[in-house]
Protein backbone atom coordinates (compact mmCIF):
# COMPACT_ATOMS: atom_id res chain seq x y z
CA UNK A 1 0.00 0.00 0.00
CA UNK A 2 2.54 2.91 -1.12
CA UNK A 3 0.35 5.75 -1.46
CA UNK A 4 -1.32 5.14 2.18
CA UNK A 5 -0.82 7.22 4.20
CA UNK A 6 -1.34 7.16 8.64
CA UNK A 7 -4.51 8.82 9.86
CA UNK A 8 -5.70 10.94 12.79
CA UNK A 9 -7.41 7.82 14.66
CA UNK A 10 -3.71 6.13 13.95
CA UNK A 11 -4.68 3.69 11.39
CA UNK A 12 -4.21 3.67 7.40
CA UNK A 13 -5.95 5.85 4.88
CA UNK A 14 -6.22 5.66 1.00
CA UNK A 15 -7.96 8.65 -0.03
CA UNK A 16 -10.19 8.93 -3.56
CA UNK A 17 -7.39 10.58 -5.16
CA UNK A 18 -5.31 7.64 -5.12
CA UNK A 19 -8.05 4.87 -5.73
CA UNK A 20 -8.21 4.97 -9.98
CA UNK A 21 -9.44 7.37 -12.48
CA UNK A 22 -13.38 6.83 -12.07
CA UNK A 23 -13.32 8.00 -8.16
CA UNK A 24 -12.37 11.56 -9.32
CA UNK A 25 -15.18 12.02 -11.41
CA UNK A 26 -17.88 14.06 -10.05
CA UNK A 27 -20.96 12.08 -9.53
CA UNK A 28 -23.80 11.97 -11.47
CA UNK A 29 -27.00 13.14 -9.63
CA UNK A 30 -29.57 13.75 -12.28
CA UNK A 31 -31.19 10.13 -10.56
CA UNK A 32 -31.64 11.76 -7.03
CA UNK A 33 -32.61 15.19 -7.99
CA UNK A 34 -36.41 14.25 -6.41
CA UNK A 35 -34.93 12.43 -3.48
CA UNK A 36 -32.58 12.65 -0.35
CA UNK A 37 -28.98 11.67 -1.02
CA UNK A 38 -29.06 7.76 0.79
CA UNK A 39 -25.97 6.53 2.51
CA UNK A 40 -25.98 2.84 3.79
CA UNK A 41 -23.71 2.03 6.56
CA UNK A 42 -22.82 -1.36 7.40
CA UNK A 43 -20.28 -3.80 9.07
CA UNK A 44 -19.74 -7.31 8.27
CA UNK A 45 -17.39 -10.13 8.99
CA UNK A 46 -14.59 -11.08 6.59
CA UNK A 47 -17.41 -13.91 4.72
CA UNK A 48 -20.14 -11.28 4.70
CA UNK A 49 -22.29 -11.61 7.35
CA UNK A 50 -23.99 -9.28 9.18
CA UNK A 51 -25.18 -11.19 12.30
CA UNK A 52 -25.66 -14.42 13.39
CA UNK A 53 -28.86 -17.10 12.09
CA UNK A 54 -30.45 -16.41 15.25
CA UNK A 55 -30.41 -12.52 14.38
CA UNK A 56 -29.80 -11.82 17.74
CA UNK A 57 -28.01 -8.28 18.53
CA UNK A 58 -23.97 -9.45 18.24
CA UNK A 59 -21.00 -7.25 19.07
CA UNK A 60 -18.56 -7.85 16.78
CA UNK A 61 -17.07 -4.38 16.10
CA UNK A 62 -14.94 -2.07 17.87
CA UNK A 63 -15.19 1.32 19.52
CA UNK A 64 -14.04 2.79 16.39
CA UNK A 65 -16.63 1.19 14.07
CA UNK A 66 -19.39 2.52 16.83
CA UNK A 67 -18.04 6.19 16.65
CA UNK A 68 -17.80 5.50 12.79
CA UNK A 69 -21.45 4.73 12.63
CA UNK A 70 -22.53 7.69 14.69
CA UNK A 71 -20.66 9.78 12.97
CA UNK A 72 -22.22 8.38 9.52
CA UNK A 73 -25.64 9.12 11.54
CA UNK A 74 -24.55 12.64 12.53
CA UNK A 75 -24.41 13.91 9.07
CA UNK A 76 -27.65 12.65 7.77
CA UNK A 77 -31.11 14.81 7.98
CA UNK A 78 -32.79 11.92 8.89
CA UNK A 79 -31.93 8.10 10.27
CA UNK A 80 -34.11 5.09 8.32
CA UNK A 81 -34.31 1.61 9.80
CA UNK A 82 -36.18 -1.37 9.20
CA UNK A 83 -38.59 -2.80 11.48
CA UNK A 84 -36.99 -5.71 12.34
CA UNK A 85 -33.48 -4.24 12.91
CA UNK A 86 -35.73 -1.78 15.35
CA UNK A 87 -37.17 -4.80 17.26
CA UNK A 88 -34.07 -6.63 17.61
CA UNK A 89 -31.14 -4.26 17.97
CA UNK A 90 -33.77 -2.25 20.35
CA UNK A 91 -31.96 1.48 19.44
CA UNK A 92 -32.97 5.26 19.97
CA UNK A 93 -31.14 6.18 17.03
CA UNK A 94 -29.74 9.21 19.43
CA UNK A 95 -25.99 11.09 19.07
CA UNK A 96 -24.60 10.54 22.28
CA UNK A 97 -21.78 12.95 21.30
CA UNK A 98 -22.01 16.15 22.34
CA UNK A 99 -19.44 17.14 19.18
CA UNK A 100 -21.35 15.31 16.80
CA UNK A 101 -24.35 17.46 18.12
CA UNK A 102 -22.70 20.89 18.00
CA UNK A 103 -20.97 20.44 14.25
CA UNK A 104 -24.78 20.02 13.23
CA UNK A 105 -26.35 22.67 14.88
CA UNK A 106 -22.95 24.84 13.58
CA UNK A 107 -23.89 23.22 9.88
CA UNK A 108 -27.67 24.44 10.65
CA UNK A 109 -29.00 20.83 10.93
CA UNK A 110 -31.13 19.98 14.19
CA UNK A 111 -29.43 18.07 16.97
CA UNK A 112 -30.63 14.64 16.24
CA UNK A 113 -32.09 13.59 12.69
CA UNK A 114 -35.34 13.00 12.08
CA UNK A 115 -35.69 8.61 13.29
CA UNK A 116 -37.76 7.37 10.54
CA UNK A 117 -39.07 3.66 10.62
CA UNK A 118 -40.41 1.24 8.20
CA UNK A 119 -42.60 -1.46 7.59
CA UNK A 120 -45.52 -3.42 6.05
CA UNK A 121 -47.36 -5.05 8.17
CA UNK A 122 -46.99 -2.08 10.87
CA UNK A 123 -47.20 -4.31 14.34
CA UNK A 124 -44.34 -1.94 16.06
CA UNK A 125 -44.27 -2.37 19.97
CA UNK A 126 -45.00 1.42 21.35
CA UNK A 127 -42.98 0.30 24.02
CA UNK A 128 -39.37 -0.05 22.15
CA UNK A 129 -36.27 2.18 23.37
CA UNK A 130 -36.96 4.66 20.35
CA UNK A 131 -40.62 5.90 21.57
CA UNK A 132 -39.04 6.50 25.24
CA UNK A 133 -36.88 9.15 23.62
CA UNK A 134 -38.06 12.95 22.42
CA UNK A 135 -34.81 13.98 20.60
CA UNK A 136 -35.64 14.32 17.45
CA UNK A 137 -39.31 13.57 15.04
CA UNK A 138 -40.32 10.02 14.73
CA UNK A 139 -41.64 9.31 10.75
CA UNK A 140 -43.20 5.86 10.71
CA UNK A 141 -44.13 4.59 7.02
CA UNK A 142 -46.18 1.34 7.09
CA UNK A 143 -49.37 0.50 5.25
CA UNK A 144 -53.23 0.09 6.26
CA UNK A 145 -51.97 -3.17 7.25
CA UNK A 146 -51.37 -1.78 10.46
CA UNK A 147 -53.98 -2.84 12.85
CA UNK A 148 -56.06 -0.01 14.74
CA UNK A 149 -54.83 -0.49 18.17
CA UNK A 150 -51.17 -0.08 17.01
CA UNK A 151 -52.12 3.06 15.37
CA UNK A 152 -53.57 4.53 17.97
CA UNK A 153 -50.94 3.89 20.55
CA UNK A 154 -47.76 5.15 17.74
CA UNK A 155 -49.90 8.39 16.79
CA UNK A 156 -49.11 9.23 20.61
CA UNK A 157 -44.90 9.35 19.31
CA UNK A 158 -44.99 9.27 15.75
CA UNK A 159 -45.96 10.31 12.67
CA UNK A 160 -47.73 7.36 10.71
CA UNK A 161 -47.94 7.77 6.53
CA UNK A 162 -49.76 4.71 6.07
CA UNK A 163 -49.86 3.91 2.31
CA UNK A 164 -52.88 1.99 0.46
CA UNK A 165 -50.43 -0.65 -1.07
CA UNK A 166 -49.99 -3.84 0.63
CA UNK A 167 -46.05 -2.72 0.55
CA UNK A 168 -44.36 0.79 1.42
CA UNK A 169 -43.90 2.28 -1.90
CA UNK A 170 -39.58 3.29 -0.93
CA UNK A 171 -39.01 5.41 -3.80
CA UNK A 172 -42.43 7.60 -2.55
CA UNK A 173 -41.12 7.87 0.61
CA UNK A 174 -37.88 9.30 0.08
CA UNK A 175 -39.78 11.52 -2.07
CA UNK A 176 -42.23 12.61 0.67
CA UNK A 177 -38.74 12.65 3.06
CA UNK A 178 -37.54 15.56 0.38
CA UNK A 179 -40.43 17.30 -0.26
CA UNK A 180 -42.67 17.40 3.20
CA UNK A 181 -39.73 17.14 5.84
CA UNK A 182 -36.92 19.00 3.91
CA UNK A 183 -35.01 15.68 4.62
CA UNK A 184 -32.04 16.24 2.12
CA UNK A 185 -29.29 13.24 3.25
CA UNK A 186 -30.99 9.67 4.79
CA UNK A 187 -28.53 7.42 6.95
CA UNK A 188 -29.62 4.55 6.08
CA UNK A 189 -28.65 1.96 9.40
CA UNK A 190 -30.13 -1.49 7.62
CA UNK A 191 -31.11 -3.84 8.08
CA UNK A 192 -30.26 -6.29 5.28
CA UNK A 193 -34.03 -6.70 3.86
CA UNK A 194 -34.52 -2.91 3.98
CA UNK A 195 -30.87 -2.62 2.63
CA UNK A 196 -31.77 -4.94 -0.28
CA UNK A 197 -35.43 -3.17 -1.32
CA UNK A 198 -33.68 0.02 -1.83
CA UNK A 199 -30.70 -1.23 -3.42
CA UNK A 200 -33.11 -3.00 -6.12
CA UNK A 201 -34.67 0.34 -6.77
CA UNK A 202 -31.86 2.02 -7.62
CA UNK A 203 -32.59 4.14 -4.27
CA UNK A 204 -28.54 3.84 -2.45
CA UNK A 205 -26.00 6.07 -3.69
CA UNK A 206 -23.28 5.42 -0.91
CA UNK A 207 -22.33 2.07 1.04
CA UNK A 208 -20.13 2.54 4.51
CA UNK A 209 -19.28 -0.81 4.93
CA UNK A 210 -16.65 -1.80 8.06
CA UNK A 211 -14.95 -5.27 7.74
CA UNK A 212 -14.29 -6.70 11.02
CA UNK A 213 -11.63 -9.36 11.65
CA UNK A 214 -14.51 -12.54 12.22
CA UNK A 215 -15.83 -15.24 9.71
CA UNK A 216 -19.70 -16.45 11.46
CA UNK A 217 -20.14 -19.24 7.96
CA UNK A 218 -23.72 -20.74 8.10
CA UNK A 219 -26.19 -20.04 4.84
CA UNK A 220 -28.50 -19.02 7.42
CA UNK A 221 -26.61 -16.32 9.26
CA UNK A 222 -27.78 -12.84 6.63
CA UNK A 223 -25.18 -11.34 4.44
CA UNK A 224 -25.73 -7.29 3.27
CA UNK A 225 -28.05 -8.37 1.02
CA UNK A 226 -30.31 -10.61 3.74
CA UNK A 227 -30.65 -14.43 3.34
CA UNK A 228 -32.95 -14.05 -0.18
CA UNK A 229 -31.63 -17.25 -2.68
CA UNK A 230 -32.07 -14.79 -5.70
CA UNK A 231 -29.80 -12.68 -7.67
CA UNK A 232 -30.41 -9.49 -7.25
CA UNK A 233 -32.03 -7.98 -10.88
CA UNK A 234 -28.57 -6.83 -11.91
CA UNK A 235 -25.45 -6.81 -10.60
CA UNK A 236 -24.76 -3.61 -8.63
CA UNK A 237 -21.84 -1.90 -9.61
CA UNK A 238 -19.89 -0.27 -6.68
CA UNK A 239 -16.51 2.47 -7.13
CA UNK A 240 -14.44 2.56 -3.86
CA UNK A 241 -13.92 6.11 -3.01
CA UNK A 242 -12.29 5.25 0.49
CA UNK A 243 -10.28 2.70 2.22
CA UNK A 244 -9.41 3.50 6.01
CA UNK A 245 -7.82 0.46 8.53
CA UNK A 246 -7.92 1.32 11.83
CA UNK A 247 -6.47 -1.52 14.08
CA UNK A 248 -7.88 -4.54 12.60
CA UNK A 249 -10.35 -3.66 10.89
CA UNK A 250 -11.40 -1.97 7.28
CA UNK A 251 -13.56 1.58 6.28
CA UNK A 252 -14.63 1.23 2.94
CA UNK A 253 -16.96 3.24 1.27
CA UNK A 254 -18.28 2.90 -2.48
CA UNK A 255 -20.53 4.83 -4.27
CA UNK A 256 -23.20 3.06 -5.85
CA UNK A 257 -22.99 3.38 -10.06
CA UNK A 258 -26.76 3.96 -11.04
CA UNK A 259 -27.40 2.76 -14.73
CA UNK A 260 -27.61 5.75 -16.57
CA UNK A 261 -31.38 6.17 -17.59
CA UNK A 262 -32.43 5.77 -21.30
CA UNK A 263 -34.93 8.51 -22.69
CA UNK A 264 -37.50 7.81 -24.40
N1 LIG B 1 -24.11 -5.56 10.91
C1 LIG B 1 -24.82 -4.51 10.61
O1 LIG B 1 -24.29 -3.47 10.22
C2 LIG B 1 -26.31 -4.54 10.75
C3 LIG B 1 -27.05 -3.39 10.41
C4 LIG B 1 -28.44 -3.46 10.55
C5 LIG B 1 -29.06 -4.60 11.01
N2 LIG B 1 -28.30 -5.68 11.31
C6 LIG B 1 -28.94 -6.91 11.78
O2 LIG B 1 -29.86 -7.33 10.79
C7 LIG B 1 -30.90 -8.06 11.42
C8 LIG B 1 -32.23 -7.60 10.88
O3 LIG B 1 -32.23 -7.74 9.50
P1 LIG B 1 -33.54 -7.92 8.63
O4 LIG B 1 -33.11 -8.02 7.23
O5 LIG B 1 -34.35 -9.01 9.25
O6 LIG B 1 -34.34 -6.60 8.98
P2 LIG B 1 -34.67 -5.15 8.47
O7 LIG B 1 -34.30 -4.92 7.05
O8 LIG B 1 -34.22 -4.21 9.50
O9 LIG B 1 -36.24 -5.18 8.63
C9 LIG B 1 -37.06 -5.98 7.84
C10 LIG B 1 -38.46 -5.49 8.07
O10 LIG B 1 -38.52 -4.11 7.71
C11 LIG B 1 -39.68 -3.88 7.00
N3 LIG B 1 -39.28 -3.70 5.61
C12 LIG B 1 -38.19 -4.15 4.98
N4 LIG B 1 -38.20 -3.80 3.68
C13 LIG B 1 -39.30 -3.11 3.53
C14 LIG B 1 -39.89 -2.48 2.42
N5 LIG B 1 -39.35 -2.52 1.19
N6 LIG B 1 -41.04 -1.86 2.59
C15 LIG B 1 -41.61 -1.82 3.81
N7 LIG B 1 -41.12 -2.41 4.92
C16 LIG B 1 -39.97 -3.05 4.74
C17 LIG B 1 -40.54 -5.12 7.16
O11 LIG B 1 -41.22 -4.95 8.41
P3 LIG B 1 -42.58 -5.66 8.82
O12 LIG B 1 -42.21 -7.10 9.05
O13 LIG B 1 -42.99 -4.96 10.05
O14 LIG B 1 -43.52 -5.50 7.67
C18 LIG B 1 -39.49 -6.19 7.24
O15 LIG B 1 -39.93 -7.37 7.86
C19 LIG B 1 -30.77 -7.83 12.91
O16 LIG B 1 -30.22 -8.98 13.49
C20 LIG B 1 -29.76 -6.69 13.02
O17 LIG B 1 -28.98 -6.79 14.18
C21 LIG B 1 -26.95 -5.69 11.19
Not at 203 to 230: I, R, W
Not at 248 to 259: A, G, N, S, V
Request: charged share 25%.
Amino acid sequence: MRSAKRNNAGGISVSRSKLGRGARRRPDRSHISRRPFVAATFAMTVDGKVTTRNFSPVDFTSREDKLHLFRQRALADAVLVGHSTLKRDNVRLGLPQADLREARIERGQMPYPIRVIVSNEGKIDNRLNIFQSDISPIIIFSTRRMPPQYRQALRQKATLHLSKAEHVDLAAMLRILREKYKVRTVACEGGPTLFRALLERGLVDQLNLTVAPYMFGGANAPTLTGLSKEFLSASVHCGLIDMRVVGQECFLTYRIKHPRRRWK
